[in-house]
């Protein structure tokens, strides 16, 4: 089954790709490795794992403006999400957006982090202002 989600384009642009869905947050300042693109926060439900080539959606950024410069980091180094698609934005997670210069989407008609499950495909045009979900099969 596919869903169609509208929201407002951040970074223009179009990726296609595998989703990774955090339910939490994300710190930039010290909540990841820019080298690989993991989450190193201890208490967060993703650790240990990486965005790296993934598309990521998540509620927004917590923490210190720092946040940019540690996703900067990660397009500098190849390790950024493919896209980033978020339910809150804030300061630090549009600058963030808008340093990584992936395709970035918010304000969404529905939320995100509870229709999209990690594994399920995904295309984001932040262009049109669409997330386009091909949903994986659903045990139970």
């Known amino acids: 089954m596919t869903i169609t989600i509208h929201g407002r384009g951040i970074v223009p642009g179009r990726a296609e790709g595998e989703a990774l869905v955090s339910h939490e947050t994300i710190s930039g300042w010290g909540g990841i490795d820019p080298a690989t693109g ?45 896209a980033m698609v978020f339910t809150t934005l804030s300061t630090k997670s549009a600058l ?5 210069r992936v395709p970035a989407i918010t304000d969404l008609d529905k939320d995100p982090v509870e229709i999209i499950r990690t594994g399920d495909h995904v295309i984001v045009d932040a262009d049109k202002g669409v997330v386009i979900v091909d949903l994986a099969p659903r045990n139970g």
């Open 96 to 100: 963030g957006a808008v340093v990584t």
């Open 38 to 82: 993991t989450i190193i926060e201890r208490r967060h439900e993703l650790f240990g794992v990486s965005f790296a080539g993934k598309i990521l959606v998540f509620p927004g950024a917590k923490g210190s403006s720092g946040w940019s410069g540690f996703f900067q980091s990660t397009r500098l180094l190849g390790t950024a999400p493919l």
